[in-house]
């Protein structure tokens, strides 16, 4: 069996006399577990907007803001959610160390309406989502979206459109735009 540098070898001997001799029978060394070293880390989490529940490895540890909360080093999942605003979950690795100190913006989400009185068009929204219906409502996270618009599965139009608030989108196929207005 090898033995490397970081390795702890523990070697269990036993004292054997005779009349002359005297020897020790040597029983086979085992390897001693390094133990894992795991230490409480002070966490932070501000947001905006404020009193967004944080969630970590599943359980609720309260409410932004956050300050010194103990957690232990290792791989972690966080979780931060608040109604209005597009959730944030990733995994982390914290390191042993004094204190983590997290800061976030959370996107808020609009209602946003599409509407079109044109027909046989497909519609397409990042990639993701698509309808054929005239009329369609559904919740956008603030920012730039991608609109595809398709007919007979050729894309006859493409265009970004932005959700800053809640709106209602007018599509009309013969001047290729939309028009937006606040609901």
Do not use: C
Not at 8 to 21: G, K, R, Y
Not at 98 to 111: A, E, G, Q, T
Request: hydrophobic content about 35%; cysteine-free.
């Amino acid at each position: 069996m090898p033995i490397f540098a970081q390795d702890t070898l523990e070697v269990n001997t036993q004292n054997i006399s005779t009349d002359s001799l005297s020897y020790k029978n040597l029983e086979s060394p085992s390897r001693k577990k390094d133990k894992k070293i795991v230490s409480n880390v002070s966490l932070s989490i501000n947001t905006i907007p404020e009193q967004v529940e944080v969630f970590l490895d599943g359980n609720i540890i309260g409410k932004t803001p956050i300050v010194g909360k103990k957690i232990t080093s290792g791989y972690h999942s966080f979780a931060i959610k608040k109604d209005g605003y597009a959730p944030i979950s990733y995994d982390i690795h914290v390191n042993r160390s004094k204190s983590i100190n997290l800061d976030f913006f959370m996107n808020p989400i609009y209602d946003i309406k599409f509407k079109t009185d044109e027909t046989g068009l497909i519609f397409e929204l990042n990639d993701e989502h698509r309808w054929t219906e005239k009329v369609i409502a559904m919740q956008l996270e603030a920012g730039d979206h991608r609109l595809r618009v398709y007919k007979v599965d050729e894309i006859i139009d493409e265009q970004i459109i932005t959700a800053d608030q809640p709106l209602t989108f007018q599509y009309y196929l013969k001047k290729g735009t939309v028009v937006n207005s606040i609901r």
